[in-house]
Each structure stands twice: as structure tokens, then as C-alpha cells.
């Protein structure tokens, strides 16, 4: 069945670091791809999103690129702020609504 | 505009007792979506509506489980005979069509704890 494998938090980082978040798929077809993410205290929101091979999505500074080949959609920030301290989850959907999720991973931005 | 609500925002109850959770997705959204959360995991697909159509329910856990939706309103999830293993956030999301491009609104999920 579809999967999604996201690198285990927790994480912890300086502010102005570099975020890299792993994750990998498995599916039939072609899925889309997603990142969502939960602040402290607020709901599941998307952070981005590619439906094809080699898009990139981006937002809010974070970038993911969709790379078939290796079955990937990494989640990278150059440069992170304290209030993107957050749970971050991978997802993906195969079919036209129900999306597959990580396990979550936990990012601490300290000042 | 108002977002997807959830009601109640926490529920704590004895083992075998039935709850009942429900959501009310944004105004005009056609697609409704719940997903269960369970600590230190992601999210696992329950069921989803689309209009009038047949619901998916291939993510129901067990026959405990059923969910109903009104026309395109308020949707409540069922749990019947709860067990400990049923303790979870219980996500609600609803988006205007079905379809992948077409955003999934979460709610602020109903947290269950059965003791």
C-alpha cells in the first residue's frame, strides 16, 4: 500500500540554521506530494505541495522538490526562525483524496 | 471566514461507552475527511464523504466505528464500545471538491482519551 517514511525528530536547531527534513514514498502511479504543518496550539495546515516529477513547491521560505527517481520530497529551509518551530508531516495522495502521512517530525528553533 | 470546527475539543470516557464526535466543515466545501492521529504516529485515513456519493469507508478501523454526514453539513463520527487502543486525536477536514488540487482544511481535532 502507499507509505510514507519522514526522518525521526526530534530536531533541534539555532536560529538561522539550515533545515533539512528526509522524506520518502512508496506508491502506485504517479501521487502528489505534500508538506503540512502544525504550530503549537493551531491545526494541520498545508505548507506546500508538488504534483508532479521534478516540481518544486514552495512557501514561507521551505522548498521541497518531487524526485521520482529516488522516491523523495525533502523538506529544506536555508535559514530558520524560532517561529517555525513546529511538527512538520509528509504526505502524499495516489488517488483523488485521501493522503498517506509520516509519523511527524518535531523542529525546535531555539534563539 | 470560519474554519473546519470540532466538537468536543477533548473527550475522556470509560471503556465501553459509546462517543460520538462531530465536525462541521467550512460553508460549501462538497468533501469531507476524517483521520485519526495517534500518539507519536501520522495520520491514518478513517472515511471520506463527496456529496450524495457513497462513502469511502476503507479506513474504518472496526465495525465500532461508523460516521454520517447530512447533505454537505455537519458530519459526526461514531465509536461504539470504546477501547483503550481507541485513544487518539480524531481529525476532521473538509475541501471544496474532490480532488487533488483542491486543499484539505483540518479542524483543531477532538482529542479522546478512554481510561
Known amino acids: 500500500g502507499d507509505s510514507v517514511t519522514q526522518m525521526e525528530g526530534p530536531v533541534t536547531l539555532s536560529e538561522e540554521a539550515f533545515l533539512t527534513i528526509n522524506c520518502t514514498y512508496t506508491a502506485t502511479g504517479y501521487p502528489s506530494l505534500f508538506w503540512y504543518v502544525q504550530y503549537p496550539g493551531e491545526g494541520l495546515q498545508l505548507l506546500l505541495k508538488a504534483t508532479k516529477a521534478d516540481d518544486k513547491g514552495s512557501n514561507k521560505g521551505f522548498e521541497a522538490t518531487y524526485r521520482k527517481e529516488t522516491t523523495s520530497f525533502h523538506l529544506e529551509k536555508g535559514s530558520v526562525q524560532v517561529s517555525d518551530s513546529a511538527v512538520y508531516f509528509c504526505?502524499?495522495?495516489?488517488?483523488?483524496?485521501?493522503?498517506?502521512f509520516g509519523a511527524g517530525t518535531t523542529v525546535t528553533v531555539r534563539a | 471566514g470560519a474554519g473546519v470546527s470540532q466538537s468536543p475539543s477533548n473527550k475522556v470516557t470509560e471503556k465501553g461507552k459509546d462517543v460520538e464526535l462531530r465536525c462541521d466543515p467550512i460553508?460549501?466545501?462538497?468533501?469531507l475527511y476524517w483521520y485519526r492521529q495517534r500518539l507519536g504516529q501520522g495520520l491514518e485515513f478513517l472515511i471520506y464523504f463527496q456529496g450524495n456519493s457513497a462513502p469511502d469507508k476503507s479506513g474504518l478501523p472496526s465495525d465500532r466505528f461508523s460516521a454520517e454526514r447530512t447533505g454537505e453539513s455537519v458530519s459526526t463520527l461514531t465509536i461504539q464500545r470504546t477501547q483503550q487502543e481507541d485513544s487518539a486525536v480524531y481529525l476532521c477536514a473538509s475541501s471544496l471538491r474532490q480532488g487533488r488540487a483542491y486543499e484539505q482544511y483540518f479542524g483543531p481535532g477532538t482529542r479522546l482519551t478512554v481510561t
Open positions: 504526505a502524499l495522495s495516489a488517488n483523488d483524496y485521501k493522503l498517506s
Open positions: 460553508s460549501g466545501h462538497t468533501a
